[in-house]
């Protein structure tokens, strides 16, 4: 069982410069809220309480403003500095004390996932006893992923960017491994750009047929908010589904309510937080 969660929010967001040389990717709007509340959600989402978001050195204060803890959501919630990105097995490095030899879940803070029964697919995801498993999206373009070619949910082939059709199955930015991950992402040595790859970290486990693969279905979205394309794709996405349905995405304070983490004292003190604001005003409609 999965009861730990990393969100990787640092980096540099070079795609999105000069907008994310005064401010983390990761706080950025995607729609009406920072982009961070979207992978949060999914961890809690998955029924996940106890959280690290790693973030650029630096860069903490600009996370604190937003989360001055995690009482507000019934989570417990700490942060990590990144001195310089290293790639995305170094979250397992830096975050070894958090993780203390347990199964853990890593999401990395420019994903966007959305769909039906995403929750109960998340929270199956977490049942995981021993190896790891990546959640895989079907895409048009795979030549800009990393792809798996999958033969009775175990994957067999991993191929980083292919030249040539290997798969469509796209590897996404949301992972759950076992407590072996800690040591072996120690094991790997930097590629050719210095930075430890998941590509890697992900073969130990295949290697010893230990990685298996889950799916997120046809009325599912998963889009990367890497460029400025996609991120405001994805703005465009989520205004559209919370205007036309009224309900919002990645609302964090009705996720924690409806999981019974907090009541309606923490909302009502979310909204004092939040001050007078649409968002405020979604919040009152759940007291």
Known sequence: MIKKGIILAGGKGTRMSPLTKAVNKQLLPIYDKPLIFYPLSILMLAKIKDIMI??????????????PDGKRLGINLTFKEQNTPKGLPD?????????????????????????????KKLQECTKLKNGAKVLLHRVTNPEKYGVAKVKKNKIFLIKEKPKKFISDLAI?????????????????????????????????????KKLSADYIGRGGAWLDTGSLEDFYKTSNFVSAIENRQGFKIACLEEIALLN????????????????????????????
């Open 260 to 287: 019974k983490w907090i009541n309606t004292k923490h909302i009502k003190e979310a909204i004092k937080f939040y001050g007078n604001c649409e968002y405020s005003n979604y919040l009152k409609k759940l007291i």
């Open 54 to 67: 790693i973030v650029n050195k630096g860069q903490l204060h600009q996370y604190k403003k937003i989360f």
């Open 172 to 208: 996404t930015g949301l992972y759950f491994f076992d407590k072996k991950v800690v040591n072996f992402a120690k094991q790997l040595k930097p590629s050719k750009r210095n930075e430890l790859e998941i590509t890697d970290l992900l073969n130990k486990y295949k290697n010893n």
């Open 91 to 119: 979250a397992f490095i830096l975050g070894e004390k958090f993780i203390n030899n347990q199964n853990v879940a890593l999401i990395l803070g420019d994903n966007f996932f959305y769909g039906q029964y995403l929750s």
